[in-house]
């Protein structure tokens, strides 16, 4: 009897979709694991399974109705409706996704190819059980059918004086046995094709359940937004009313107010000439002195400007020598630190490589 064994492995973090939102993923381990595709050769199933210490955080059966997306660069996702989850790997590169990815095709399409294999087994089973029995299964197989009839199970008791007990299962005709194990092995792979279909609509009427519950409650929760709105509308409706009632009553004050604004505007607009006119005639005055005082002292700034600027262009002159070295310096630090960083890159992929390997000779020892 066949054993599962692991056909290829990888390393990635785990994540599943949150079964509340249906939109954020949650991720269920903490750090990278080992993701490995496993082949039943008893039951010629593929599955991929990943454990995070005892715990199996991945374990789902590849069937041909499933697709592996790729959805960035280093992450990629499938639906697995038995689980009834969306499965999301993150990946260290493009390359291990890529890899990951080619391996889900293959043995998503050997997956077909056994389930098609399976069929067409099935119905060659059930062929010669139909051509063996010849023109007796066209009806219905049932109990006499199988074990025979009362006429062929029961001697004549007109033609033997003393009656003989009824044959046991063993005494069965060749045909008879032939046809009964038959029926038995073709009614077991029946029962096993429709448990699969069972459990298959089984997951899809917990999708369909989940969507019509959330499309229950999204119902409930417009038409309360729409009753809200309604009220909303009615109270606005009966605010517009009013402030209408309000304004008719308002136009004669509005009309009698804007006589005496005016009336005000024109008398303020004089009194601000006059006071204009006072102000300037005292800025004059004033201007006049202040005029010959910031003579006198623009000129000693500017005598004590010069002195300054001459200082200032020394220092700036300093300043743009110590500017170009500091630039200089700042130029060879970077291209050592790029020089290091690479250097660092390569280590780092190279110790992912070597960890790696060293699990896949744990996984195989």
Not at 175 to 192: G, L, N, P, T
Request: hydrophobic share 30%.
């Amino acid at each position: 009897m066949g054993v599962e064994q692991p056909i290829f492995s990888t390393r990635a973090h785990v994540f599943q979709i949150d079964p509340n939102t249906k939109k954020n993923w949650v991720p269920t381990s903490k750090h990278a694991v080992t993701v490995s595709y496993f082949y039943d050769s008893t039951r010629n199933v593929y599955r991929i399974i990943s454990l995070d210490g005892s715990k199996a955080i991945i374990n789902s059966t590849i069937t041909p109705n499933m697709t592996f997306t790729k959805t960035s660069q280093k992450f990629g996702q499938w639906a697995d409706s038995r689980a009834n989850t969306v499965y999301g790997l993150g990946f260290s590169s493009e390359h291990h996704l890529s890899k990951f990815a080619e391996k889900f095709q293959e043995f998503k399409e050997a997956a077909r190819l056994a389930k098609e294999k399976s069929q067409e087994k099935m119905e060659l089973t059930s062929t010669p059980s139909q051509e063996s029995a010849g023109g007796d299964l066209q009806s219905p197989l049932t109990p006499e059918s199988i074990n025979g009839t009362d006429d062929e199970r029961t001697p004549d008791v007109t033609q033997n004086s003393e009656p003989r007990a009824e044959p046991t299962q063993n005494a069965l005709p060749f045909s008879h046995r032939y046809r009964f194990v038959e029926f038995c092995y073709f009614s077991s792979a029946i029962s096993k094709h429709w448990e699969a279909e069972l459990a298959a609509l089984k997951g899809n009427n917990a999708k369909l359940t989940a969507a019509l519950l959330e499309s229950t409650a999204n119902v409930k929760q417009w038409k309360q937004q729409l009753a809200a709105y309604q009220e909303e509308a009615e109270r606005l409706h009966k605010r517009v009313t009013e402030l209408e009632c309000v304004s008719s009553q308002a136009n004669a004050v509005h009309t009698h107010k804007t006589e005496l604004n005016q009336t005000i505007q024109e008398l303020e607009e004089t009194l601000k000439v006059k006071e204009e006119e006072i102000e300037r005639l005292k800025q004059e005055i004033d201007n006049a002195r202040e005029l010959q005082e910031q003579r006198d002292s623009l000129t000693q700034r500017l005598q004590e400007v010069e002195i300054r600027n001459k200082d200032l262009e020394g220092q700036l002159s300093d300043l743009e020598q110590r500017l170009e070295k500091s630039q200089s310096e700042q130029e060879a630090f970077r291209n050592n630190l790029k020089t290091l960083l690479e250097i660092l890159d390569g280590k780092i992929f190279e110790l992912t490589e070597l960890r790696d390997n060293l699990a896949k000779l744990l996984e195989c020892s």
